[in-house]
């Protein structure tokens, strides 16, 4: 599985750390301690990103899916 964050280049450093913990299913206290970080700062963060509107995309390796593999494909 990959995640990809569509629109990134729109978002500051931090707003990209956030966003990739928080769209990773992290509470707003999670993320906060793993980036040293106030819960409220988070909270401004991830709503200004989300404000400069990206979009996340998870990418699925067919198999995964159940779905054949043609040759050539990784």
């Known amino acids: ?4 964050i569509r629109g990134a ?3 500051s450093f931090r707003e990209r750390q956030v966003v990739a ?3 990773s299913g992290l509470s707003n206290e999670e ?3 793993r980036l040293n970080l ?7 963060l991830y709503h200004r990103a989300r404000a400069k509107g990206y979009q996340v995309v998870i990418v699925l390796p067919g198999e ?11």
């Open 38 to 44: 106030s819960p409220s700062s988070v909270a401004t």
């Open 64 to 74: 995964i899916l159940g779905l054949p593999v043609e040759e050539g494909e990784d």
């Open 1 to 4: 599985m990959h995640i990809e």
């Open 31 to 33: 993320v906060a301690r």
């Open 9 to 11: 280049e729109k978002l």
């Open 21 to 23: 913990l928080k769209e």
